[in-house]
């Protein structure tokens, strides 16, 4: 059994892989919504997110032999539990991350960190495009809401956001709450619709649709503030489901070995 962390469609698109080929696994994942390719190919999953010792006592309660982190490239801190449970129960870590996009442009700023991208972005003056979601919001509100700065706020449409955006003081119509991925050219409407001067981004990765986000804004001459990948040191790190699928067996071929 694997305890499996699905933070993102294509790492849901992963776990059904794995699945298929015989490998039996439990996913998590953090709201229903995310859960629900899973449901669709009758995979078992949990929602919620998980402390060391949650994980811990799951890889415990269902005797699991690896925890394959598939969580999102920005789940810093979803990594670092599943590294320390892993650890913790002696059993295989493997990390599956989205490949990068590589990018190179003079209108392409990267910062570190998210406080980073807000400072940077505080001195402008027009409007600007904010695409990383709602988990950091207040981050930006703290520097952005100003009387130079219109802020467009793009994320999920569910309530929680909402009400999040309310709370922070975020006007009605500066909200795109949408569900993506989206296409160079609806990214290229809405940058156009909001009159956007500026973008602020994360490096997510194609299937994140990252590419699309700063193909459309550089089409446009519109800068972009890039806020770069957490920089973890993770075992096992893979960039394609085959590499996963690699590891996975040897690591079966080994336990099945020390059994004999």
């Given at each position: 059994m694997i305890l499996f962390l699905a933070g993102t469609s294509d790492a849901?698109?992963?776990?059904?892989?794995?699945?298929?080929?015989?490998?039996?696994?439990?996913?998590?994942?953090?709201?229903?919504?995310a859960a629900e390719s899973l449901k669709e190919n009758a995979i078992s999953y949990q929602v919620g997110r998980l402390t060391v010792d949650d994980m811990v006592a799951l890889i415990k309660k269902y005797e699991m032999t690896c925890v394959v982190d598939a969580s999102h490239p920005y789940a810093e801190e979803a990594s670092k539990t599943a590294m320390t449970?892993?650890?913790a129960c002696g059993i295989p870590y493997i990390r599956y991350e989205r490949p990068k996009e590589e990018f190179v442009s003079p209108l392409i700023t990267e910062v570190d960190s998210y406080e980073d991208a807000a400072?940077?972005?505080?001195?402008?003056?027009?409007?600007?495009?904010?695409?990383?979601?709602?988990?950091?919001?207040?981050?930006?509100?703290?520097?952005?809401?100003?009387?130079?700065?219109?802020?467009?706020?793009?994320?999920?449409?569910?309530?929680?956001n909402m009400e999040k955006c309310d709370r922070l003081g975020i006007k009605q119509k500066d909200i795109v709450a949408i569900q993506g991925p989206f296409s160079e050219s609806l990214n290229k409407s809405l940058c156009e619709q909001y009159d956007v001067t500026l973008m602020i981004t994360k490096e997510s990765g194609k299937v994140g649709s990252v590419?699309?986000?700063?193909?459309?804004a550089l089409e446009l001459e519109i800068p972009v503030i890039l806020i770069k990948r957490p920089k973890l040191q993770y075992e096992n790190f893979c960039t394609s489901f085959e590499k996963v699928t690699q590891l996975l067996g040897g690591f079966t071929f080994e336990k099945s070995k020390h059994e004999l």
């Open positions: 849901r698109a992963l776990a059904i892989r794995l699945q298929s080929l015989g490998y039996p696994l439990i996913a998590t994942v953090v709201t229903e919504s449970a892993a650890k400072k940077l972005a505080q001195t402008h003056k027009g409007t600007i495009m904010l695409t990383t979601g709602s988990k950091t919001l207040e981050v930006f509100t703290n520097y952005l809401l100003r009387d130079e700065i219109r802020l467009i706020c793009r994320m999920l449409p569910n309530v929680g590419d699309e986000k700063i193909t459309a």
